[in-house]
């Protein structure tokens, strides 16, 4: 047997995800934490930072690097209330750098954090209700679901899932309490833990629960996905899929992005649902691979085992059969921007948000805007995971009242005037502290897509509803790979160009070109385009084109 990753020896070590956190946070010498704690934390919900746009001047000086911390939280299908909201708006400008970024999994981060302010900033969002428990490390992390639960009784129904399998799959440690909060320890017995016993799962690990026809959550990515089989308006049970991951590594074969597999259907029977979805994580921490981390995630363990054997594995766990999986069909990806109306007469507001970036300047005061709303308090806030934001369960009394304030800080233009590739695509943070990065993605692509956006009016292609993503590494945070265009940094300025994906996030694209800059990205997308205008077939998408045209 290979020898174990080093963050196996670290998890089993780690006293129910203790380690020395502890004294990590009294010791005043550094900003940083002790290097195993760095590891630990993360099951906390946080990451070690540092800003990368000053580690030279840093080093110059011979300074430490400007430690800080990012913290995510658990927010299951994404969402908060108008109290939780004013609660983080308040923690991000004590103690962070003030942005609110939404994530592409319906939860945000607040980065910046010193490390003394750890403790104050976790124990104002436990006293909001809110936690960073595993929304980071070898665990389950955020559970995402179809972003609006007010459209249909069905919506609402399988939203709930998202949070009891989010419950489910919580550690049972209660260490996150009693290092930020202050909880006492009783005892010295660590609790025990029968999913994630001793050494939690080899890796990472995401569900997310769409309902068709909306593949806005971008089920196929998810390590394990529940699709909602709905018939004459009621939820008969979900597909169940797995295998769904996206990062992989330049230069490493053996590592790729992969689509979730089909394994079956289980019917509405909340015991059995909850079952499938355990068992599915229990296979994958027995199976997975525990000594190279880069080939750990489900979706190498199901290929290793087969799919057929690994649904076996988990039928016999189950105690239960998987019946053949129901026809299901997607039709958009989007969020649907704007007003709807739901079938209880309640309305949401889809905001745009650039990249999910929440903060004052930059043309619109999204941050103070938001903070109104919230102060109003006649709306709840959903995220989605197209890194927007949905003011929900809006009476049809205040509605006015929201509109105004939507109007007076120009939300409702901010989001009616941004075209339709800027309103479809997704940046992942990159730099300056994602210490992976290769290249920029947030702080870049708004001004890429400007340049972009002549071209595609040239080729009469600016109403298209084009799938652009871009990620600073091959990670694939801002699920470049399952886009119709994505870009995937190589280089600070370069990024390779992948095509032929489709709009529905349902067929993964192919890289096409290397290391590109500005310059050879436009001049290689307006040859593109304009041969796809000339010879495209009628309603074909530019996905679907590229992937017939340069990539079959
Ligand atoms: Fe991610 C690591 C940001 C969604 C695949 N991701 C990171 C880290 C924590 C870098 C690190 O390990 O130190 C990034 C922190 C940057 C920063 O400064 O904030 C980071 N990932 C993000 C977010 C914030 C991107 C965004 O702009 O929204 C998303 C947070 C989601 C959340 O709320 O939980 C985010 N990451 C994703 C997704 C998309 C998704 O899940 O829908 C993926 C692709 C799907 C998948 O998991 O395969 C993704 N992130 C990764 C990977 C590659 C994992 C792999 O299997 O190889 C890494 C690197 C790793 O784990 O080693 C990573
Ligand atoms: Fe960082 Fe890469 Fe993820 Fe972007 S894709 S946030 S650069 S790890």
Redesign the pocket.
């Known amino acids: 047997m290979s020898e174990q990753s080093p963050v196996e020896k670290i998890k089993i070590a780690s006293k129910g995800l203790r380690g020395t956190l502890k004294e990590s946070l009294q010791d005043n010498y550094t900003g940083a934490v002790r290097e195993d704690d760095t590891q630990l934390m993360k099951f906390h919900g946080m990451y070690q930072q540092d800003d990368r746009d000053r580690r030279e001047e840093r080093s110059m000086k011979k300074l430490e690097w400007l430690y800080s911390f990012m913290l995510r939280l658990r927010l299951p299908g994404g969402f908060l209330t108008p109290e939780q909201w004013i609660a983080m708006h308040h923690v991000a400008g004590e103690h962070s750098t003030g942005t609110i970024k939404i994530t592409t999994r319906q939860t945000v981060q607040l980065h910046g954090i010193l490390k003394s302010h750890i403790k104050p900033t976790m124990q104002s969002f436990n006293l909001a209700g809110l936690d960073s428990i595993a929304t980071c490390g070898d665990v389950n992390r955020n559970v995402c679901c179809t972003s609006n639960p007010g459209e249909s009784p069905v919506h609402d129904e399988v939203f709930q899932f998202a949070s009891k399998i989010s419950e489910m799959a919580k550690p049972k440690t209660r260490a996150w309490y009693e290092i930020w909060i202050g909880e006492e320890k009783i005892g010295e017995k660590v609790e025990e833990d029968p999913l994630y016993k001793d050494r939690y799962l080899p890796r990472k690990l995401k569900v997310g629960i769409a309902v068709p026809p909306n593949n806005d959550v971008d089920i196929f990515i998810n390590d394990i996905a529940l699709i909602a089989i709905i018939e004459n308006n009621k939820l008969i049970g979900f597909n169940l899929a797995a295998g769904g991951g996206l990062g992989a590594t330049h230069g490493n074969p053996n590592t790729y992005a992969r689509l979730a597999t089909v394994l079956g259907f289980v019917e509405n029977d909340e015991e059995k649902i909850l079952k499938a979805v355990y068992e599915t994580i229990t296979v994958q921490r027995d199976y997975g691979n525990r000594s190279d981390r880069k080939l750990s995630r489900l979706k190498y363990t199901i290929d290793k085992l087969g799919v057929d054997k690994y649904r076996e594995e988990i039928e016999k766990r189950c105690g239960f059969k998987l019946e053949p999986a129901k026809p299901f069909e997607f039709t958009e990806r989007q969020d649907r921007y704007g007003w709807v109306e739901d079938h209880k007469g309640n309305w949401h507001y889809t905001a745009f948000i650039e990249n999910g970036r929440v903060l004052d300047g930059e043309g619109i005061d999204l941050k103070s805007c938001l903070y109104k709303i919230a102060e109003a308090g006649k709306c709840n806030f959903r995220f989605t995971a197209n890194q927007n934001v949905i003011l929900t369960d809006i009476k049809d009394k205040d509605k006015a009242a929201i509109e105004t304030l939507l109007n007076e800080y120009g939300l409702i233009e901010h989001t009616d005037k941004a075209g339709a590739l800027r309103k479809n695509a997704i940046a992942?943070?990159?730099f300056n502290t994602?210490p992976?990065?290769?290249a920029e993605?947030q702080r870049y692509l708004p001004t890429l897509i400007s340049k972009i956006e002549p071209i595609l009016e040239k080729h009469s292609m600016i109403n298209d509803d084009i799938i652009l993503r871009m990620?600073?590494?091959p990670?694939?945070?801002?699920r470049s790979p399952n886009a119709e265009i994505g870009f995937v940094?190589t280089a600070y300025g370069k990024y390779n160009l992948h095509i032929g994906g489709d709009r529905l996030g349902q067929r993964l694209n192919t890289k096409y070109k290397e290391s590109l800059n500005e310059e050879q990205i436009l001049d290689t997308l307006d040859g593109l385009f304009g041969v796809y205008q000339k010879e495209k077939k009628e309603n074909e998408t530019f996905g679907d084109f590229s992937y017939r045209k340069w990539i079959l």
Not at 475 to 478: A, D, E, I, K
């Open positions: 992942c943070v990159a994602c992976l990065a290769l993605a990620t600073g590494c990670n694939g945070c801002g940094g």
